[in-house]
């Protein structure tokens, strides 16, 4: 976060210059990725898919299961290739939970 917030919304190692800015404000998406901190921030948090499910267990599930692509043994469509099933399951499972009141 401390090379985002300097070097790249500050270009301080030049390595920006002469190339199309995108986004056009990076300090505004550099907001959007660390979510509210402070007054001077220009957006106000972020939004988790985990907040919009009944049940946030799945989530921890997801994150731990992405080490292989975090560690770059794996691409996010391998990855995704792979454990659309266990997702798909885990989402059923919690919405039969909630369905039946428990």
């Known amino acids: ?14 390595l920006l ?3 199309k800015a995108n986004p056009e404000h990076r300090s505004v998406f550099v907001d959007i990725i660390s979510g509210f901190e402070g ?10 898919a985990r907040y919009y499910t009944y049940e946030p ?5 997801f994150m731990e299961s992405l080490d292989g692509v975090w560690r770059g043994t794996q691409t996010a469509a391998q ?4 454990y659309a099933e266990t ?8 919405i039969d939970m909630y ?3 428990g």
């Open 1 to 14: 976060m401390s090379m985002a917030k300097n070097e790249y919304v500050n270009n301080t190692e030049g």
């Open 17 to 19: 210059t002469g190339r």
């Open 39 to 48: 007054p001077s921030d220009k957006i106000g948090g972020k939004a988790r």
């Open 57 to 61: 267990l799945w989530h921890t599930d």
């Open 79 to 82: 990855f995704a290739d792979g």
């Open 87 to 94: 997702l798909q399951y885990a989402l059923q499972e919690m």
């Open 99 to 101: 369905r039946s009141g």
